[in-house]
């Protein structure tokens, strides 16, 4: 989030003197992502020979030379001419003296592979990709933090204006019309309050040429639709539409960072269950959310179970109506299985898996499950006099269910060398003699269904039994076994106990 101080400040940390940076900071490394055309261009010799400010806490100031990289990425596309642009970026950058590193993608290739044919798409992800790669090999070099590395990039005021209606086009939120953020972790945009004009007519100033990539007049691209057709147009009406949009994505962004923070603690509040490939949250207090809250709760639990979903606002929606109605499923792209039952709002990847590895816990021992919880057997002393199945009962009020006491002997533990028993899933045909029902047998299946566990989350349910095939004794956290339970002549109790999430 953005304080008062550093928006309408001089950019730096309240108290925070540039003799107090660390020196890993103004020695990590600055990655400047240099095109070839004139916004990088500029971009390069700003870094060069002015002052930039790229969010260290200094404000606007000179990079020292040494922390200047190049990084050049020849997509492959336009044959001799991508050539010439690398071979322009390489010369450029020993002009003045800045290291200059060449990565050569196939990005039609990689596009075809990803199955969208979108190079726009490709490139700009392999851009990132390879300007991430660099920043963290040039870190290890030098001996500083990931974290403390810088990679600059050329977007402008325009290219902020441009994304604003594209995004609009495409159908977005506030995030989405927030544009082209200032910073977003190490990537930072320095020159985001010049005009693509500015930069060009500074560039004609000091007399240095720049390439034109034709592919930016093509129309069949989004950008180039909304930068040849759509903003003429706009600009007829507000010549000074590109400024008005800039303060507008300003105010967005700011708003948009409260919100998120809000969110991730309501995200927080309501996640009941999380592990690899899931998440279940509280349905009915998220409906109760205001719906701006609400929308990204979903959003962010969908983007923690997936991050490279290409998620829209009817799935967020198609999630919050799951939600209002208080049932029902549906999925999403990826292969996401998205439902509310028994009150969770529950999130699921395909790969995602359920089922417990099946194994011995000893006997005293630990068990550790796959979703992070932990199963503890120990052996418990009866207390000189007490009453055991008081004992039981009072024990299995206190831990709500999820630690009981049993009786070692019934459940086949030698009292005085312990022993072993057999964790696993619930299986087809299992019964048992549920604590509280007299001695009547119940299937596992409509237990977990009257304990309202959600069939997808069954399987996950830890069955304690003697033996592989012996008799079930525990289904943690919901029930025990009656022949398994503690009596008046109980002489060793045993104490197992299901911890963690």
């Not at 008062?4 to 540039?18: K, L, M």
């Not at 200047?68 to 010369?91: C, P, S, T, Y």
């Not at 490709?122 to 974290?147: I, K």
């Not at 009150?343 to 005293?364: D, K």
Request: hydrophobic share 40%; aromatic share 4%.
């Amino acid at each position: 989030m953005t304080s008062v101080a550093r928006r309408y400040g001089n950019g730096q940390v309240p108290f925070a003197h540039p003799s107090r940076q660390t020196d890993d900071a103004l020695r990590a490394p600055v990655v400047l992502m240099v095109s070839g055309g004139a916004d990088s261009t500029a971009l390069l010799v700003l870094a060069a020979t002015s002052e930039l400010d790229i969010c260290d806490g200094r404000g606007k100031a000179r990079i020292a030379r040494e922390r200047l990289h190049v990084l050049h990425v020849n997509h492959g596309l336009r044959g001799i001419d991508a050539d010439e642009d690398e071979e322009f970026v390489r010369d450029l950058a020993a002009t003045y003296g800045i290291p200059c590193t060449i990565r050569r993608v196939d990005v039609a290739a990689l596009a075809s592979k990803v199955g969208d044919n979108n190079v726009e798409n490709a490139g700009r992800e392999v851009r990132y990709q390879e300007a991430a790669r660099l920043a963290n090999e040039l870190s290890a070099q030098l001996g500083t933090p990931r974290s403390a590395a810088r990679i600059l990039t050329a977007h402008t005021a325009d290219d902020r204006a441009e994304t604003f209606f594209m995004n609009a086009i495409r159908g977005t939120g506030a995030s989405g019309l927030s544009s082209i953020p200032r910073r977003r972790n190490r990537i930072v945009r320095p020159l985001l309050d010049r005009t693509h004009e500015e930069l060009c007519e500074f560039l004609r100033m000091r007399g240095i040429v720049w390439r034109e990539d034709q592919t930016n007049s093509d129309t069949h691209y989004l950008r180039a639709f909304v930068r040849h057709e759509v903003m003429p147009m706009v600009e007829e009406r507000n010549p000074r539409v590109v400024s008005s949009l800039a303060t507008t994505c300003d105010i967005l962004s700011d708003e948009n960072a409260y919100l998120a923070g809000i969110a991730g603690r309501t995200m927080r509040e309501l996640t009941l269950r999380r592990g690899e490939g899931f998440v279940a949250l509280d349905a009915a207090r998220l409906a109760a959310c205001d719906v701006a809250i609400a929308r990204r709760v979903v959003r962010m639990a969908i983007l923690a179970v997936c991050p490279d979903v290409r998620l829209e606002a009817r799935h967020v929606a198609d999630a919050l109506r799951l939600v209002a109605v208080g049932a029902g499923s549906v999925t999403i792209p990826m292969g996401l299985d998205v439902r509310v039952e028994h009150g969770l709002l529950m999130i699921r990847s395909r790969a995602a898996s359920s089922a417990l590895e099946e194994g011995w816990l000893e006997v005293p021992g630990v068990m550790d499950l796959h979703d992070g919880r932990h199963l503890v057997a120990r052996l418990v002393e009866k207390p000189e006099g007490a009453d055991p199945v008081a004992l039981a009962r009072s024990h299995g009020s206190e831990f709500a269910g999820e630690s009981v006491l049993l009786d070692a002997e019934a459940c086949e533990i030698d009292p005085q060398a312990g022993g072993r028993l057999w964790v696993g899933s619930a299986q087809p045909g299992d019964v048992m003699c549920p604590l509280g029902m007299h001695g009547q047998s119940k299937k596992l299946s409509d237990l977990l269904g009257e304990a309202r566990v959600p069939v997808a989350e069954r399987p996950a349910v830890p069955i304690v039994r003697t033996s592989p095939t012996g008799s079930v004794i525990w289904v943690a956290g919901i029930r025990a076994d009656e022949r398994s339970c503690c009596t008046p002549t109980t002489r060793q109790l045993l104490e197992l106990s299901l911890q963690g999430q």
